[in-house]
């Protein structure tokens, strides 16, 4: 544990996401446990998945996020 003198703000650290999916039928999401064979990008510019079968150089079950804000 990293202790901050109380005139620094403490530095905020994205640890993990709860991933849903949209099931259409029954129109509600529903909290998935695992990508499988899928990549997830998600962004400030937007979200894509993407098949690892289809792109071999990602890792299957995981998500790639990216932060650039300062905050």
Request: charged residues 30%; contains cysteine; proline residues 6%.
């Amino acid at each position: 544990m990293t202790h901050l003198p109380e005139d620094e703000e403490e530095e905020l650290r994205t640890v993990g996401f709860h991933v849903y999916k949209v099931d259409f039928d029954s129109q509600d999401v529903v909290p998935i446990d695992s990508l499988e064979d899928e990549a997830l990008f998600i962004g400030h510019n937007g979200t894509l998945c993407l098949s690892t079968k289809d792109y071999p150089a990602l890792l299957p079950n995981h998500v790639y996020f990216t932060d650039d804000d300062e905050y």
